[in-house]
């Protein structure tokens, strides 16, 4: 975060660029503004509302569905949603060290950070090992109930089987399945035309069918998530398992 190639010292203008005092821990910039680094190994000397903002490495995650803040009687706490895995080695996925498979995979986490009193709480929102998580992202940062992942095959290194919808609301989750050879990328939203709630809408995604070596874009009906698709379009080329995509109206 301070050093290294995408560090502060080296992305500031030469005219902005702080002092770093490793040994006391902070950078100092010209116009007197001080930053305090702190060690992941010592959350705890990171408590109560000393600070103006706050500035984290990435959490391990490839895909943030959601965040929001909330008003509490505990004090103000910003919520962080996204899958998280134990450990991850992207080149060589599914190579990693572990004498559990299942550390590689992504798994729907929550984060609560207490911005009163510098504590926070996180754990797994459900026992299911999924990624690329999205939302209707016309409520990204404000509370949501739905989230929309893919579902990881654990008989395969680094693909998708399912897509998989949670209710944060019961605590449910539902799959829609695609059928043995057929795996599935990123899940996107797409609300439906004069809707105005949060879950009314579509999932589009593309499918690998590996037995026809086929590509396709499947629309599923987000109320009727694991019933039959509303429609199902051949692709004349193969789309990628890790292709990102997004919905835009028009």
């Known amino acids: 975060m301070v050093e290294g190639d995408s560090g502060i010292l080296a992305t500031s203008a030469p005219w902005d660029r702080p002092t770093y005092e490793p040994s006391r821990r902070r950078l100092v910039w010209p116009n007197g ?67 559990d498979p299942t550390d590689v995979l992504g798994q729907m986490y929550e984060w609560r950070i207490n911005l009163t009193t510098g504590t926070h709480t996180e754990g797994p929102l459900h026992d299911y090992y999924s990624d690329f998580s999205r939302i209707n992202d016309d409520y990204a940062g404000v509370q949501t109930r739905y989230t929309y992942s893919s579902e990881f095959d654990q008989t395969r290194d680094i693909t998708f089987k399912a897509l998989m919808k949670f209710d944060a609301e019961t605590g449910q989750t539902e799959h829609h399945e695609f059928g043995p050879g057929r795996y599935v990328g990123e899940g996107v939203f797409a609300p439906r035309v004069g809707s105005a709630r949060e879950g009314d809408g579509y999932v589009i995604c593309f499918i690998q069918d590996e037995n026809t070596n086929q590509s396709e874009c499947v629309i599923i009906d987000a109320l009727n998530f694991a019933g039959d698709p509303v429609a199902r379009i051949l692709i004349p080329h193969r789309v990628p398992y890790g292709f990102h995509s997004g919905w835009v109206a028009g």
């Not at 706050?54 to 949603?81: F, K, L, S």
Request: glycine letters at 6%.
């Open 33 to 99: 503004a001080i930053a305090t680094t702190y060690s992941a190994d010592e959350p705890d000397r990171l408590r109560g509302p000393q600070h103006d903002a706050a500035w984290c490495d990435e959490i391990a995650a490839w895909r943030y569905p959601n965040a929001w803040e909330e008003q509490t009687d505990e004090g103000e706490i910003v919520v962080i949603q996204a899958c998280r895995s134990k450990t991850s080695d992207v080149i060589g996925a599914g190579e990693v060290d572990t004498d």
